[in-house]
């Protein structure tokens, strides 16, 4: 009987194997990756991101509906030899939550992919990669976002947040935010360091500088650069902080901001529109 049933269960395996085969690892993982829906494509240069990315669990209803009406357009700032350390990582990671990305470098890479903008590296040419980088989007996708967001391939930004906060915008007012410099400028200017974000109008503002050689390219250092020619063309640099008065945008890694003190004679202090909140006094609150 045990001997019967032993045949009986080899010919069945037999039997079973031969009508279902098993898969290799390798294409158990193609076939899974086939069926896997895809949230993201690419159209041209430019990565769209198809759906909201969510948490399973968490209501997320709010950040659904912020994610159709405030559209936010990312734009990198890398180069070729930042795509493997640094780009990536942020094209897996914070730039899904942007309703479009587009990595700009000095040369095109089709597969990752960048927009080529045809400027040399290094950080005199900083300006030159900005002024061109606003140029392609306001010309490739002027009509697909509300919000322009400039970034470094070392920013780390928490969109679903800056979405929120710019819902209380129109992208029609000439107006743009990050973290707020004085110097230099008469109502200051955003931090290159901690990215900053252009509504629709002041884009085509910049843009329009340009052309009516209102603004040139008269200096390497990109974010004074672009603050004074955004106020020339009557762009307003708002005051991105929180009801509670906290920055929300940050020039330095977290471990800068969160532990320790800024020493009196850093430049920082002179530099700071607001005044400056240490960490001590937010846990404090």
């Known amino acids: 009987m045990v001997g019967a049933c032993s045949f009986y269960f080899f010919l069945y395996n037999v039997w079973f194997e031969r009508s279902y085969p098993m898969l290799s690892e390798a294409q158990e ?10 949230n993201r494509k690419e159209e041209g240069a430019a990565l769209l991101n198809l759906l909201h990315p969510q948490h399973a669990d968490e209501d997320n209803r709010v950040a659904d509906e912020l994610y159709r009406k405030v559209r936010i357009l990312c734009w990198v700032m890398t180069g070729p030899y930042n795509l493997q350390s640094k780009a990536r990582h942020v094209k897996a990671t914070w730039s899904r939550h942007c309703n479009m ?50 970034a470094d391939d070392d920013t780390y930004v928490v969109v679903d947040n800056l979405r929120w906060f710019l819902s209380n915008y129109t992208p ?66 708002g005051d ?9 945008f940050h020039p330095f890694v977290p471990e800068h901001h969160l532990t320790g003190k800024f020493s009196k004679s850093l430049w920082y202090w002179n530099y700071c529109y607001y005044p400056i909140v240490e960490a001590s006094q937010v846990f404090y609150l």
């Open 101 to 150: 990305v587009v990595f700009m470098s000095s040369v095109k890479d089709p597969d990752f992919p960048t927009v080529g903008l045809g400027t040399k590296e290094g950080r005199d040419q900083l300006y030159w990669k900005t002024i061109r980088a606003f140029h392609y989007v306001y010309e490739h996708h002027a009509d697909e976002a509300d919000w322009f967001l400039k």
């Open 240 to 248: 991105s902080r929180d009801t509670l008065h906290r920055e929300t």
């Open 172 to 237: 029609e007012l000439p107006i743009y935010f990050g973290k707020r410099f004085k110097p230099y400028a008469k109502q200051g200017y955003m931090s290159g360091g901690a990215g900053y974000v252009l509504s629709k109008e002041a884009l085509k503002r910049f843009v329009e500088g340009f052309r009516i050689k209102v603004c040139t390219h008269t200096t390497p250092i990109e974010d004074l650069a672009l603050g004074q020619c955004l106020e020339k063309m009557g762009v307003l640099a």
């Open 29 to 38: 993982k193609a076939i899974t990756e086939k069926k896997r829906p895809t």
